[in-house]
């Protein structure tokens, strides 16, 4: 991968370190997005020390409108082409969806939706002029599960970027760039400290939970082999297979008193 530059948002910690780390022993060179400066210098530190690779770090917060063509102007700035991007800054709004105010909404749609789509907009044009790139958008098996009470635009969002993922796919794929969405279920990582979820997912049996490490190495092989679609771990893949073979109304029965004690209202 010499001078392949990847550019991953949400870097600061779980997932998106994770990702950071497993492209840096394979050679890429990184720029790391997130709000967190301080989290992100001290990711480029280790990254810097133990591979020998380029690591930029550029903070910023990518509910603000500005923020995803601020991204596209540095790089041009710094003359880096970006041959991978992984949009994996995310967060969950826990509550009913009026006992959340807009803005919150609001901050929430233009990160996880929004600037997912904005990001490849601005970034897959290149790679398909080059015939070669790699797009990973991290999506959710809640993309796929029956809609919840409580977190109400969550699963709609990570189903949305699923669709979108599989549509530009479709169309990238005869030009030489892959299209992943990676769909994890229950990962460990700091996503539900801080939505003030963890004493209530931590009663879940520990089989559906996965490892950062799993879910990214994962990720990288099915995007390096062009699969549409990973559903991570065979639990979650057989949870998204009943969801499609039985009817609704089993499924929202089957699963509503389970959900509901890990869903924030």
């Known amino acids: 991968m010499k001078n392949k530059w990847a550019l991953i948002t949400g870097a600061s910690a779980g997932i998106g370190a994770e990702f950071a780390h497993q492209l840096a022993v394979k050679g890429w060179h ?20 133990n591979q020998s690779i380029n690591c930029l770090v550029l903070p910023k917060d990518l509910s603000q409108t500005s923020a995803n063509q601020e991204i ?44 997912v789509v904005e990001l490849t ?3 897959y044009p290149n ?21 919840t009470a409580g977190h109400t635009l969550y699963g709609a969002v990570k189903s949305f970027v699923i669709k979108f993922s599989h549509s530009l796919h479709l169309e990238a794929k005869e030009h030489g ?23 209530m997912v931590n009663k879940m049996s ?9 879910v990214v190495s994962q990720g990288i092989a099915a995007v390096e082999k ?16 009943l969801v499609k073979i039985l009817p609704d109304r089993l499924v929202r029965f089957l699963m509503q008193g389970s959900v509901a004690k890990f869903r924030k209202r």
């Open 30 to 49: 990184l720029l790391l997005v997130a709000r967190r400066e301080e989290k992100l210098l001290e990711l480029q530190k280790k990254l810097i020390e």
């Open 72 to 115: 596209y102007n540095y790089c041009q700035q710094q003359g880096i082409q970006i041959s991978m991007l992984v949009n994996n800054a995310g967060y969950g709004v826990p509550g009913d969806f009026d006992s959340v105010d807009w803005k919150t909404h609001h901050d929430m749609l233009q990160l996880m939706l929004t600037s």
């Open 121 to 123: 907009h601005l970034f």
């Open 127 to 147: 790679m398909k002029n080059n015939q070669n790139g790699f797009v990973i958008n991290v999506a959710s098996l809640a993309g796929f599960a029956p809609p």
């Open 177 to 199: 760039v892959h299209v992943t969405a990676l769909c994890p279920g229950f990962t460990y990582t700091e996503f539900h400290d801080v939505n003030g979820t963890r004493n």
């Open 206 to 214: 520990s089989k559906l939970w996965m490892s950062a490490n799993d």
């Open 226 to 241: 062009n699969q549409v679609v990973l559903i991570n771990g065979w639990r979650n893949k057989a949870i998204a297979t």
